[in-house]
Nanobody, 123 residues
């Protein structure tokens, strides 16, 4: 059973920083792309940042230059360093990973989501 567990959310003042972590565990063959999404109250979930297995990254325009995504393949972990946080960054942040895992009959590649971690930025 593959599981993604996030940590690092919390309450911070505007201009502050937080670092989110997401660790994948279970029976894993390989991890392809990993990323962070967020969902604010009353809004749709949106992509924040994404990193491929080769290390290529992309960011939402709203966070580019403030957030940095990275991954540690040896630890099956992805990070999101968030600097210069703004009240509009307030949301539940979800980790997502495309993982190839062994099944009863072969392997399967699927998208897995973490449970979410709350980030609140006060003005």
């Amino acid at each position: 059973q593959v599981q993604l567990v996030e940590s690092g959310g919390g309450l911070v003042q505007a201009g502050g920083s937080l670092r989110l972590s997401c660790a994948a565990s279970g029976r894993i063959f390989s991890i392809n792309a990993m990323g962070w999404h967020r969902q604010a109250p009353g809004k749709q979930r949106e992509l924040v940042a994404h990193v491929t297995s080769g290390g290529s990254t992309n960011y939402a325009d709203s966070v580019r230059g403030r957030f940095t995504i990275s991954r540690d393949n040896a630890k099956n972990t992805v990070y999101l360093q968030m600097n210069d946080l703004k009240p509009e960054d307030t949301a539940v942040y979800y980790c997502k990973a495309r993982i190839t895992a062994p099944q009863t009959m072969g392997v399967m590649t699927s998208d897995y989501w973490g449970q979410g971690t709350q980030v609140t930025v006060s003005s």
